[in-house]
């Protein structure tokens, strides 16, 4: 993988130890309020272990499609983010900061599928055909 999918990952688990250590921090950061324990421990688990293992799964197995999977997650986070924006005129600063947190760390995590696909001149289709190829062998 590369130095920057990896720093991608890297980021993806310090947010996730962020969120599963101080929760009521990340709430604030937010804006968010959870409801009693059940809450925070909702935002522990979501904000915290998954973002954590998120990260350290990509770090350990250093499957391609580990970081392709996550980073399209965070590009994914950052268009719906992007949408709220224009659809609910949710024009904070924390929004607009948000926003671009996410796709740079989603393309960041993508960054080894840009550089493979631009390294051998296929495009993406070529890539996905390969994929199917493989898979079910036709």
């Known amino acids: 993988m590369t130095v920057i999918a990896n720093l991608g990952a890297m980021l993806t688990l310090f947010?996730?130890?962020?969120?599963?250590?101080?929760?009521?921090?990340?709430?604030?950061?937010?804006?968010?309020?959870?409801?009693?324990?059940?809450?925070?421990?909702?935002?522990?688990?979501?904000?915290?272990g998954f973002f954590l293992f998120l990260g350290a799964g990509c770090l350990f197995t250093q499957s391609e499609a580990a970081f392709q999977v996550v980073g399209t997650a965070w590009c994914g986070a950052a268009l719906a983010r992007l949408m709220s924006v224009v659809i609910d005129k949710s024009r904070s600063r924390e929004n607009i900061v948000g926003f671009f947190v996410e796709a740079i760390i989603g393309l960041?995590?993508?960054s080894m599928l840009l550089?493979?696909?631009?390294?051998?001149g296929s495009s993406p289709n070529d890539r996905i055909d390969n994929v199917v190829v493989n898979a079910y062998g036709r």
Do not use: H, Q, W
């Open 108 to 110: 960041m995590m993508l």
């Open 15 to 48: 947010l996730g130890s962020l969120g599963l250590l101080f929760p009521k921090r990340i709430c604030r950061l937010l804006g968010i309020n959870p409801d009693g324990p059940l809450g925070v421990s909702e935002l522990r688990a979501t904000y915290g």
């Open 115 to 120: 550089r493979t696909l631009s390294a051998n």
